[in-house]
């Protein structure tokens, strides 16, 4: 069952941010190089991911270092979810957004964002205990991340490890949770004259349930390298 969300970001500044074409995400810089300050250097978080606004709930617990940069930590959620990544997205922590900076950022009166190819999760989160991220500003993926544990480094682990998670990802361009919700009606129900177009579209094996753990934690372990 569904439960929908109530706008984080609304007006021209939202509108300003849904103009912007998605080439652009796919377009930054894959790596980036930072260096680990002795601020950031060692330890790392346990941290959850929960879509909002969804029952029963799709999940993501990962183990990062705390030195990956916000840009990294992206790629490590659309691997550990399930997302192509086919969309512009950013981050809300400690009262900033933390995404691709503009000169335009504060023409509506805002902050500019924090780039997030250079600001690390040690630097923002070491006061908090969850931040968000937002996915496709059309769909509008709103993400919880809390931050379950603080642990110690581990220099023998991969940078970010996927270790568990339940619920299968919604396909993009869905409509957001109303179309997710409506498309899995539509699946459950033969007989709607949508239904075999859905079949198409999604393959016959689509089990909004199924979450392959081992096939994702691959793909989040090789996602950035040591």
């Known amino acids: 069952m569904a439960s929908f969300p109530i706008p984080f970001l609304s007006g021209p500044a939202g509108a300003w941010r849904c103009a912007w074409s998605a080439s652009s995400a796919r377009n930054r810089p894959r790596y980036c190089n930072h260096e680990h300050t002795a601020k950031n250097a060692g330890g790392r978080l346990r941290l959850k991911i929960s879509l909002d606004s969804w029952e029963p709930a799709i999940w993501r617990r990962v ?3 705390k030195d990956l940069t916000f840009w990294e930590f992206h790629r490590v959620i ?14 809300r922590a400690a009262g ?4 691709m900076p503009s000169l335009d950022d504060n023409m509506f009166g805002g902050q500019p964002a924090l780039p997030e190819d250079t600001t690390t999760l040690g630097e923002l989160l070491a006061r908090q205990r969850k931040f968000r991220y937002w996915y496709d500003f059309g769909d509008d993926w709103w993400h919880t991340i809390a931050i379950e544990t603080r642990l110690p480094p581990d220099p023998a682990a991969p940078r970010a490890v996927l270790v568990a998670g339940e619920g299968a990802c919604p396909p993009e361009d869905c409509g ?3 179309g997710y919700a409506n498309l899995l009606d539509v699946l459950k129900d033969p007989e709607h004259e949508d239904h075999e177009e859905m079949i198409e579209w999604l393959g016959d094996d689509f089990d909004p349930n199924r ?8 793909r989040v372990s090789q996602v950035v390298a040591r």
């Open 63 to 65: 183990e990062v270092d």
């Open 78 to 91: 659309q691997e550990a979810m399930g997302w192509d990544d086919d969309h512009l997205h950013e981050f």
């Open 176 to 178: 957001g949770v109303y």
């Open 211 to 218: 979450f392959d753990l081992p096939t994702h934690a691959q």
């Open 96 to 99: 900033r957004v933390v995404g």
